[in-house]
């Protein structure tokens, strides 16, 4: 009897253990695909804004998401605003992911001109981080003089640490499909927790 009642035990108590763990793991599939995602940053393309190493959450919902293993994108709440920090799949590598400043969408015309960032004619004055960044004209798409029109479903982004940032000037546009989600705050290291704001 007092055999019985521990083998019963014993598995439920592996039966809701594995629920447990099942539930977990679908938890945690569900919000990294469809909720927020921690990325590191590898490079010094954003600073002084993002550091390397710095560790990230992005938030993916805002601009929809993407489901995996298939082209199909959930809606989002909404496009992307100028100025705000955006991962997403690099377009040379899809493979990689990459995390720049937002600056224009498709139909609109981007020309960088001595130092300032304008679009469709007009130097981008806020947020106001595009002003306290100079930004050179290098690469293919950010010749001084040659206003470039981002496709449809497109976007045009910058680092920004413009001298050493490798991003819509060379290798062009983003498709819109591309898009990952919205840098949100720094949560590592812990001198550096913050909101990640377009200021």
Same mark, same amino acid.
């Given at each position: 009897?007092a055999?019985?009642?521990?083998?019963?035990? *014993?598995?439920?108590?592996?039966?809701?253990?594995?629920?447990?763990?099942?539930?977990?793991?679908? %938890?945690?599939?569900f919000? *990294?695909?469809?909720?927020?995602?921690?990325?590191?940053?590898?490079?010094?393309?954003?600073?002084?804004?993002l550091?390397?190493? /710095?560790?990230?959450?992005?938030? @993916?919902y805002?601009?929809?998401?993407?489901?995996?293993?298939? =082209?199909?994108?959930?809606?989002?709440?909404?496009?992307?605003?100028?100025?705000?920090?955006?991962?997403f799949?690099?377009?040379? &590598?899809?493979?990689?992911?990459?995390? *720049?400043?937002?600056?224009?969408?498709?139909?609109?015309?981007?020309?960088?001109? /001595?130092?300032?960032i304008?679009?469709?004619?007009?130097?981008?004055?806020?947020?106001? #981080?595009?002003?306290?960044?100079?930004?050179? =004209?290098?690469?293919?798409?950010?010749?001084?003089? @040659?206003?470039?029109t981002?496709?449809? &479903?497109?976007?045009?982004?910058?680092?920004? =640490?413009? #001298?050493?940032?490798?991003?819509?000037r060379?290798?062009?546009?983003?498709?819109?499909?591309?898009?990952?989600?919205?840098?949100?705050?720094?949560?590592?290291? %812990? =001198?550096?927790?913050? %909101?990640?704001? /377009?200021?």
């Open positions: 009897m055999k019985g009642t521990t083998g019963q035990r *014993k598995k439920t108590w592996l039966r809701e253990m594995a629920e447990i763990i099942i539930t977990a793991f679908i %938890l945690a599939f919000i *990294k695909v469809f909720v927020f995602e921690l990325y590191k940053i590898p490079t010094g393309s954003m600073i002084p804004t550091l390397v190493g /710095d560790r990230i959450i992005v938030v @993916k805002v601009y929809g998401t993407r489901l995996p293993g298939i =082209n199909i994108r959930l809606p989002g709440l909404r496009e992307p605003k100028r100025g705000e920090i955006v991962v799949k690099s377009p040379e &590598d899809p493979g990689k992911s990459f995390i *720049k400043r937002f600056v224009a969408t498709g139909g609109e015309t981007v020309e960088i001109k /001595d130092g300032k304008l679009v469709n004619g007009k130097a981008v004055e806020d947020p106001p #981080a595009f002003r306290q960044v100079y930004y050179y =004209n290098r690469g293919q798409f950010g010749e001084e003089g @040659k206003p470039i981002v496709p449809k &479903d497109c976007y045009f982004v910058l680092g920004d =640490n413009s #001298a050493f940032s490798k991003d819509s060379y290798w062009g546009f983003v498709p819109k499909n591309y898009l990952i989600g919205k840098a949100v705050i720094i949560v590592l290291p %812990l =001198n550096r927790m913050q %909101l990640i704001t /377009d200021k």
